[in-house]
């Protein structure tokens, strides 16, 4: 798994034109071990998953935090 900075361009190019989900913020772009890419989203609840085409998958929040931390 690998984070990586935001970009001015991630959110349009990995979530298109859609808004994020209400009170998400944008925490970088996400590789997963799968080879799925998208933007790393921490919603209002603290919950860090993967946005990707206006879709959200739900991450291994152990791990994704061991990340934000190595970063």
């Known amino acids: 798994m690998r984070?990586?900075?935001l970009r001015a361009?991630?959110?349009p190019l990995f979530w298109g034109d859609r808004?994020?989900?209400e009170h998400a913020e944008m925490k970088g772009v996400l590789e997963t071990d799968n080879g799925k890419t998208g933007i790393l989203l921490k919603l209002k609840d603290g919950m860090y998953v993967?946005?990707?085409a206006g879709n959200i998958l739900q991450?291994?929040?152990e791990?994704?935090?061991r990340k934000l931390r190595e970063a």
Request: glycine share 6%; proline share 11%.
């Open 63 to 65: 791990k994704i935090r």
């Open 59 to 61: 991450l291994n929040q």
């Open 50 to 52: 993967l946005g990707m």
């Open 9 to 11: 361009m991630s959110k």
């Open 3 to 5: 984070i990586s900075k």
């Open 19 to 21: 808004p994020l989900p």
